[in-house]
């Protein structure tokens, strides 16, 4: 991506969450480690969705968890968490949900062509490749196709 520094990219694979609270935690988990976000930015994705509802489940199994940039996002980032058994996030027709990706943008512009890029992937296939993906090493490989 010309011009912006390159976002902090990571995942897990065969997440064992309890619901999607917990889901949402294990996305952002290793962004948090990476100092991507703030400790705080799961709790933040976490109660934008209990007050406005599943509106992070963009598509059947799909959802992208995010927050404002002043919610704790520090550096742009994005990461995926393959979840060993779906979780139900309430959505009326996209739950189950086994794979939850995770951004965060520290400002209002420079997450625009990341997300676009990633809408272009996840049309192409990616969740599905997401899915299938033996180990945290080839999940992060397959995001870096988005980056």
């Known amino acids: 991506m010309a011009g912006v520094t390159e976002p902090i990219l990571d995942a897990v694979v065969g997440v064992q969450a309890t619901d999607w609270r917990g889901a949402v935690h294990a996305a952002c988990a290793p962004l948090v480690t990476a100092g991507a976000l703030e400790a705080r930015y799961p709790d933040r994705c976490v109660a934008i ?7 992070m489940v963009l598509a059947p199994g799909l959802a992208l968890a995010h927050a404002r940039p002043e919610d704790g996002a520090v550096q742009l980032c994005l990461s995926a968490a393959v979840l060993s058994r ?14 939850v990706l995770a951004f965060g943008s520290p400002d209002d512009a ?3 062509e990341l997300l676009q890029s990633l809408a272009e992937h996840l049309l192409a296939g990616l969740a599905d490749e997401l899915r299938l993906a ?14």
Do not use: C, I, K
């Open 134 to 147: 033996p180990n945290r090493v080839e999940a992060v490989r397959m995001l870096g196709a988005v980056a």
């Open 110 to 112: 420079s997450h625009l």
């Open 49 to 55: 969705a209990e007050e406005h509802g599943p509106y």
């Open 86 to 99: 779906p979780v139900e996030f309430g959505h009326d027709q996209n739950d189950p949900v086994d794979l």
